[in-house]
């Protein structure tokens, strides 16, 4: 692959057509403060599909002063569904599903729950 080629990586849902290489559900996401919040244009980012890495090429330190600069953003809403979710919902490595359910059903998804 060229290393011009262009990948989409996102820690939100996609829908449509995608052409190339794909990577969804990073964690932790941005919104949690992950270190996909910090990319910046220009940053190189090594994508390994076969041992299922990315990497981003951003030392540590100023990795780590991105990250004490950065400011989560304010929620659109802060009642109803969204302010459990946000609240609740586990990020994608830990299944993404409501903290208060863990260890209260067994791994059973019915077919037509998407």
């Given at each position: ?100 359910l863990r260890g209260k059903r067994g791994d059973f998804v019915p077919r037509d729950n998407h």
């Open positions: 692959m060229s290393s011009r080629q262009k990948y989409r990586i996102s820690d939100a849902r996609m829908s449509g057509t995608a052409y190339g290489t794909v990577v969804l559900h990073t964690a932790p996401e941005a919104a949690a403060g992950g270190p996909l919040a910090v990319v910046q244009n220009g940053d190189q980012i090594t994508l390994d599909v076969a041992a299922r890495t990315l990497h981003l090429h951003v030392d540590e330190a100023e990795l780590a002063a991105r990250l004490a600069r950065w400011q989560a953003p304010a929620p659109a809403l802060t009642s109803g569904y969204w302010k459990l979710y946000i609240d609740h919902v586990l990020q994608a490595d830990e299944g993404a599903d409501l903290d208060f």
